[in-house]
């Protein structure tokens, strides 16, 4: 086994890991040895190609598809540098004063919360796209909501010199969309902080990381990693947990730390969700152009928010309900498609948690709460409403029996969609946004950190990523990701006195 | 290990028809592109998977057989779709999502080729509008 001497450590380089190195980066000017383990590869700019199988091999876990042990949900997160910063699509909102406040963690505030968001949206140039950059899938959007009195808000999207390629979800070919991958890590790295990839960490021990770094496969897309291939023994004086909330509680379960921390893992959320396409007589632009501009959010009201979104033809296939000549004719209809995502804003309950089998296998159990289903439905029919009051002529809505609904039925909506229809294992569900795993909160009684990420009983354990919620957010979460990070390197800095010294 | 889905073509092709009726147009050449991206989506997975995809197909195919008197080849693919329904609409989840695991398969052969990108009218290019303009 190969040792390497480190000060401090970072595991993943996503939302919260590349906050996390970057904002420690300055230590290294101390001579202090900043390392990140990735266990993703780093792509070439010309590896990013748009063709979606490829790519959601080289830069997603199980090809953005891992399924949950339930076997009824598919949770989609990053597996490369920059984590899930690298396929997400950018949209970058402030967490609600309301969600931050109901998770009542001492010495959390919102105000803290929204100046570190802030501060992070404006480095990563977040801004509303104009007008003319806009296209129908999104107008119709808007358009459809201002039809029946309500308003939809634009999303703010971190992107510069965006092209319009819609691909976000692919990973951007064209450098346009600033994620940690293009923000923080190369700055991190320019103060010399060294970011390791295709380098996972197998296990924790006392101030250690045990890694294996592995070669590229024959054909594989991404480079080599910088250290050789093999299994190495990491000791740092602090070890920084960033690999989200599958990843990061995963790991420490492995390690053992669940004896010490009984909630670790418990509290898994992920805004469970599914998409709903309208199809129009003509055809409008939907696969050209950033694909989210709008947001119609009901988290507070009905549980639920609802999406523009674009897919790709093998994703969008998968998310219809069904198969056969119906499913075909509108997958054939693709160019007069326009798209909805509807998702709901579920809660931390008991059993919806990650755990590691005996082998250390991950595993995520996930059950939809009547709640959940209950929301769902109602988004499918609002979302319906939407589609067609902006002239769908038909829509497809998974919890409607048949899906197929004709623009004649549109008034029989809250008839035809029902929370009854949805069958775990026929409905498909999916998930980007995974929360939870490693909650913040006041003892370890009650959750894995304090609110600045560190483990209970544990000094020279940090956590700095998605895992730290202690429920679900109701809105795209990585702007409070960062901050959270943020907060995690902060304390560490505050500790390093002590940290360094021990 | 890496499966083949050579053991279990002609009902997995037959499958695929049921869930793409497109699939059928497919020659040799497009059939082989299909089978190899399948296959190589279930390399990335554990043994365990692989094995248990090829024997519900093997299931499939045998109840063909009994419900029918034929196998899934056999059959006419509003028959193949009507039996996938009843399954898909089970109340025993393990069949739902076998239905489920099966239809994805066939869904990421058939929709991940780029001539049927074409032939859907997907134009996404990472031009973007440069490339419409
Ligand atoms: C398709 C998609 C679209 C999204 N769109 C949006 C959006 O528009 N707006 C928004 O706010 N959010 C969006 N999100 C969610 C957002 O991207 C994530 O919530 C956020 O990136 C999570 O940050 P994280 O640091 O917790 O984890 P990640 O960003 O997922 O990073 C974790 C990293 O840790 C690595 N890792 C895990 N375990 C180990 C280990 N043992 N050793 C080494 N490395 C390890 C992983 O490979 C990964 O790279 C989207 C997500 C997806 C998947
Ligand atoms: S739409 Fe813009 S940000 Fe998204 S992938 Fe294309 S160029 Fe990049």
């Avoid at chain 1, 796209?129 to 039809?147: A, Q, S, V, Y």
Wanted: contains cysteine; hydrophobic residues 40%; aromatic residues 6%.
């Amino acid at each position: 086994m190969n040792r390497i001497q480190a000060d401090v450590v970072i595991i993943g380089s996503g939302a919260g890991g590349g906050t996390i190195a970057q904002a420690l980066a300055p230590l290294t000017a101390d001579g202090k040895k900043v390392l990140v383990l990735e266990q993703g590869a780093r792509l070439r700019d010309d590896e990013y190609t748009g063709v979606e199988s490829d790519m959601a091999r080289a830069l997603y876990e199980d090809s953005g598809g891992f399924l949950t042990e339930q076997g009824t949900l598919t949770l989609a997160f990053g597996r490369t540098y920059g984590g899930s910063t690298a396929v997400y699509t950018g949209t970058s909102l402030i967490a609600p004063e309301r969600v931050i406040r109901a998770w009542d963690v001492p010495d959390l505030d919102h105000d803290d919360i929204a100046r570190r968001c802030r501060n992070f949206a404006a480095q990563n140039h977040v801004h509303l796209l104009p007008d003319d950059e806009i296209n129908d899938n999104n107008r119709l959007f808007e358009l459809g909501c201002r039809r029946i009195g309500l308003a939809a808000e634009q999303f703010p999207v971190n992107v510069n010199g965006c092209r319009g390629s819609s691909l976000c979800n692919l990973g951007c070919p064209n450098a346009a969309k600033m994620g940690t991958d293009r923000v923080q890590l190369p700055a991190a790295e320019t103060a010399g902080v060294e970011v390791v990839t295709r380098a996972e960490a197998l296990r924790i021990e006392e101030r250690a990381v045990i890694a294996r770094v592995s070669r590229p496969l024959d054909g594989e897309k991404g480079l080599p990693s910088a250290w050789e291939p093999g299994e190495y023994r990491i000791e740092a004086s602090a070890v920084v947990v960033a690999g989200g909330a599958v990843g990061s509680p995963a790991l420490l379960l492995r390690s053992g730390f669940g004896r010490l921390l009984p909630r670790l893992g418990e509290g898994f959320t992920c805004h469970p969700a599914f998409i709903l396409v309208g199809e129009h007589e003509e055809r409008i632009t939907n696969d050209v152009g950033h694909p989210k501009s709008f947001y119609l959010d009901r988290a507070q009201e009905e549980g639920y928010v609802l999406e523009t979104c674009m897919y790709f033809p093998f994703i969008t296939a998968k998310n219809l309900t069904g198969f056969g000549p119906d499913h075909s004719a509108l997958m054939k209809a693709f160019p007069r498609l326009q798209m909805i995502l509807v998702l709901a804003c579920d809660r931390a309950v008991p059993g919806n948690r990650v755990s590691v089998s005996g082998k250390g296998v991950t595993r995520v159990h996930y059950e939809f709460t009547p709640e959940v289903r209950s929301s769902l439905a109602r988004a499918t029919v609002m979302a319906a409403r939407i589609f067609f009051a902006a002239g769908a002529v038909r829509v497809h809505a998974p919890l409607a029996s048949p899906p197929l609904l004709t623009r004649g039925q549109a008034d029989q909506l809250d008839q035809k969609i029902s929370a009854h229809e949805f069958l775990p294992g026929r409905t498909s569900v999916s998930a980007a946004h995974l929360m939870g795993g490693c909650a913040m909160g006041r003892t370890p009684e009650d959750s894995v950190t304090d609110a600045w990420g560190r483990v209970h009983g544990v000094p020279w354990l940090r956590i700095g990523d998605s895992s730290l919620f202690p429920d679900s957010l109701e809105i795209n979460p990585y702007l409070t990701i960062m901050a959270l990070a943020d907060r995690t390197a902060e304390a560490l800095m505050g500790d390093s006195a002590a940290l360094f010294d021990s | 290990m890496s499966v083949s889905l050579g053991v279990v073509r002609d009902p997995f092709r037959a499958l695929c028809i049921a869930f793409v009726p497109e699939s059928a147009e497919l020659n040799e050449p497009g059939w082989r592109e299909l089978e190899s991206e399948v296959e190589r989506a279930l390399a990335d997975r554990p043994t365990a998977i692989q094995k248990q995809m090829v024997l519900l197909i093997r299931i499939l195919d045998l109840l063909a057989r009994a419900r029918h008197g034929n196998p899934l080849a056999a059959l006419t693919p509003a028959a193949r779709r009507e039996l996938l329904t009843r399954l898909q609409d089970s109340r025993w989840l393990l069949l739902r999502r076998g239905v489920w695991g099966l239809r994805t398969l066939a869904f990421l052969g058939y929709y991940s080729r780029p001539d049927t990108a074409a032939s859907i009218g997907y134009r996404a290019d990472l031009r973007g509008w440069e490339a419409r303009r």
